[in-house]
């Protein structure tokens, strides 16, 4: 199968990537691309990807001897691919992964458009090219395959439904949002008026993997973990009714490339929640401190708990605190203060996800995972098979968080500064961690 994929570079895809290596005997690969910030050509990042895919060298080499990479630019006309490149693209591929997307909380709406929804309609362009082509010379029909979110839903009252062909978001929580529903509207429109052969998966929160708790990219859920462990969490809000639908990577990532590869569903959305199995937030609170209570690796660190308050409250407080900052930082221009406004934006941002109701439906979803995957239901939040095939109670918990103890939240985290700030108290207090992340 003859494959171009975008999102190479980021959390999901590469597992997908992987899996595909494995389930497709014959696997060719166009990997769309772009330059990074720090100035590293396609080249040098796709090589990075594949080094660290968890594949044996054989089969790394064999994926690097069947791939080419593709620059593009989403502002450009074609995404800025070379024209001989695109009338390749034409002719040769036979299905789409489009899972690149910009999944900050906190873009201008102008900014993360682009990304969103503009790269989507140019994929959709390309494809609509490739249909064509393929009809013309009597080819097997194309697929496209998008991944969603579950959160494109915005603010729901009710558990969110899987109302396919139909879609009525609620107001967004966030441009991410926002992006991802219009472009879910503009994808499913193709879908009703032209019948095209496209997929929409829509997972909900994406974890570290069931397999090892491994994750690519530490946040949301991960942040609010690392703020926990580092004092910085002085409040939160925890109810009985306010669950967190997460799902492992490697799940994500198998039932997405069963799809792809069995090339038996060719129409429709499948949702990758945990749906009734989600994690209630009380429940992570309270493993989250327990797990880092006893396995803190810093000698003499002490965790302080945070303490609980009513939703509406944290939201007080994160506000006051944010014009409090805001205050110190014009009179000051002490780059510290700046920093933490952003740092609690973010945290705004989060708080729909973390604190908000969202209850996801999965029922049909399920059942078209189990009759066109090898895949079962999610393994929820706290219960994981391990190498023996046998169910661990909560071991998905102390695997993502070891992981994070392993890191250091994958490099946010310097257990030796905090070291040796545990024990000199003294001193002008520090972040122990060097850098936001997305
Ligand atoms: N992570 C989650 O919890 C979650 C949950 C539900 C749905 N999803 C969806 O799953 C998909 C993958 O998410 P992820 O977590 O893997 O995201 P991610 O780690 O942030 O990776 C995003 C990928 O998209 C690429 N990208 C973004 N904007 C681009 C642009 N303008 N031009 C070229 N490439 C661009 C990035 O390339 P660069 O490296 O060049 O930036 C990167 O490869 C997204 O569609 C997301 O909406 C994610």
């Known amino acids: 199968m003859i494959y171009f994929v975008t999102g190479i570079t980021g959390t999901v895809v590469p597992l997908i990537v992987e899996d595909l290596m494995k389930k497709d005997t014959d696997p060719v690969f166009y990997f769309a691309l772009r330059k990074d910030t720090k100035g590293n050509g396609i080249q040098a990042r796709f090589d990075s990807v594949v080094k660290s895919l968890d594949l044996d060298q054989s089969t790394k080499r064999k994926l690097v001897k069947n791939s080419k990479i593709v620059e593009i630019n989403v502002e450009k006309d074609n995404l800025g691919i070379a024209p001989e490149m695109y009338s390749e693209l034409i002719k040769n591929t036979e299905k789409i992964l489009h899972g690149a997307a910009d999944v900050r909380f906190d873009q201008p709406y102008d900014k993360i458009r682009i990304s969103n929804v503009v790269f989507s309609e140019k994929i959709y362009s390309l494809f609509d090219e490739i249909k064509k082509f393929r009809k013309t010379h009597g080819k097997k029909e194309a697929t496209l395959y998008y991944i969603s979110t579950g959160y494109a839903y915005g603010k729901y009252k009710k558990p969110i439904p899987e109302d396919f062909p139909e879609f009525h978001p609620g107001k967004p929580d966030n441009t991410y949002a926002q992006t991802k529903a219009e472009a879910k509207i503009f994808i499913l429109d193709k879908i009703n008026?032209?019948?095209d052969r496209i997929v929409l998966f829509e997972p909900t929160i994406i974890g570290g993997a069931a397999k090892n708790g491994k994750t690519r990219t530490y946040n949301l859920h991960y942040v609010v973990f690392m703020l926990a462990?580092?004092?910085?969490?002085?409040?939160?809000?925890v109810n009985d009714v306010i669950t967190e639908d997460i799902v492992p990577v490697d799940w994500v990532a198998a039932v997405i490339s069963d799809i792809m590869?069995?090339?038996?569903?060719?129409?429709?959305?499948?949702?990758?929640a945990s749906g009734p199995e989600a994690v209630p937030i009380r429940f992570m609170y309270e493993a989250g401190y327990d797990y880092y209570f006893k396995n803190d690796p810093v000698p003499g660190h002490k965790i302080t708990k945070a303490r609980i308050v009513p939703k509406?409250?944290?939201?007080?407080?994160l506000q006051f605190?944010?014009?409090?900052?805001?205050?110190?930082?014009?009179f000051t221009r002490n780059k510290r203060f700046r920093k933490l406004v952003k740092g609690i934006s973010l945290m705004e941002s989060y708080l729909p996800y973390i604190a908000g109701y969202k209850v996801f439906e999965n029922e049909k979803s399920t059942k078209l995972i189990e009759k066109y995957t090898d895949c079962g239901t999610a393994p929820s939040l706290h219960d994981i098979y391990n190498e023996k095939g046998e169910l661990v109670k909560?071991?998905?918990?102390?695997?993502?968080?070891k992981d994070t103890l392993e890191t250091g939240w994958g490099g946010l985290v310097d257990f030796e500064r905090l070291e040796k700030k545990t024990a000199?108290?003294?001193?002008?207090?520090?972040?122990a961690y060097s850098a936001s992340r997305k």
């Open 394 to 401: 909560k071991g998905y918990y102390n695997k993502i968080m």
């Open 229 to 237: 462990y580092l004092g910085k969490l002085p409040f939160f809000t």
């Open 193 to 195: 008026r032209l019948n």
């Open 424 to 431: 000199a108290p003294c001193k002008a207090p520090q972040a």
């Open 321 to 330: 605190q944010k014009s409090v900052n805001r205050t110190l930082y014009f």
């Open 312 to 317: 509406w409250f944290l939201l007080f407080l």
């Open 261 to 272: 590869a069995k090339d038996e569903y060719h129409q429709g959305v499948l949702r990758l």
